[in-house]
């Protein structure tokens, strides 16, 4: 069985969403960006880029299979 690519962007939402959040509470509580807060970040907006590709190709072929 086949991940549908919502289901894949959706998880990769999430996992931008958690590490934005660690990278948050690591600024915080270190007191300043370092190399695993800036990497944490990194690994953020490729998950947000992947994912948000990943709603987009979904919705893109969602449309092309309701077209006759």
Known sequence: M????????????????????LAIQYVNSDGGWSFFSILLVILATFDFGSGLRMIKIHFILKKQKNEP
Do not use: A
């Open 2 to 21: 086949r991940r549908s690519p919502l289901f894949s962007g959706i998880i990769y939402v999430v996992l931008g969403i958690i590490f934005t959040l």
